[in-house]
């Protein structure tokens, strides 16, 4: 049990210094301007356009690092920062972003796998950690309580992982179009993989999170077993 919370400390850990290297890595690439002068909403409309994507309206939403893809009403959602700036920053977020629109336009398997699990996440996510309290509570009288409420949560888990190569993959194809379209270049285009990196490694310590919190939850119930 010891070793748990190490591991949940080390994980905790992790994320605290990707979250804070990411936040000074995008403030230092959102000082960086396009030669080009083109906002994150051009680079956008120009990526859709260059794949072929007419029908997705690229939109402005409040915060910050809020910038995400809807596919349900074909929304490219940039945060106010990234829709009007003219950063390196700006481009690469709203490349990857774009780069979920093309996966949708193009039937990107794990894409369809993470949109299929989304209503069902969005269902269990509201009782799943009740279920789990119940669960422990319950333990000695009712266990298979407990169990339930772990394949609740091994839906996060999987929806954790399965969402890694999606974004690994509109990466890529942000940071290939980014380069063969000539809105980076040899001066900023490792700014834009920097950039990229670091919002990556933020899915990883969530899914490892993830993972760990689940492995917790099995040896909480095989231990009730003894």
Request: no cysteine.
């Amino acid at each position: 049990m010891i070793s748990a919370w190490i591991l949940f400390i080390a994980i905790a850990i992790a994320g605290w210094v990707v979250q804070g290297t990411l936040q000074r890595r995008f403030k230092k690439y959102s000082k960086i301007p396009l030669r080009n002068g083109m906002t994150g909403r051009d680079v956008a409309e120009k990526m859709l356009h260059d794949n072929g994507i007419y029908d997705v309206q690229v939109t402005s939403v409040r915060g910050r690092l809020t910038d995400h893809y809807n596919p349900l009403n074909k929304t490219i959602n940039l945060s106010e920062p990234v829709y009007a700036s003219n950063s390196v920053a700006a481009a690469a977020v709203a490349a990857h972003e774009t780069g979920h629109a093309v996966q949708h336009a193009k039937g990107y398997a794990p894409l369809k796998m993470r949109s299929a699990l989304v209503p069902i996440i969005s269902s269990t996510s509201r009782w799943v950690m009740w279920v789990i309290l119940a669960g422990i509570i319950m333990i000695q009288t009712f266990p298979a309580l407990l169990w339930i409420g772990i394949g609740m949560f091994a839906l996060t888990t999987l929806f954790s992982f399965v969402t890694l190569p999606v974004e690994k993959n509109a990466t890529n194809r942000a940071l290939a179009w980014l380069s063969s379209a000539g809105i980076t270049d040899v001066s900023n285009h490792n700014q834009a993989v920097d950039a990229l990196r670091w919002a990556g490694y933020t899915y990883v310590v969530a899914a490892l999170g993830s993972l760990a919190t689940l492995l917790y939850y099995i040896m909480i119930a095989s231990g009730s077993r003894r």
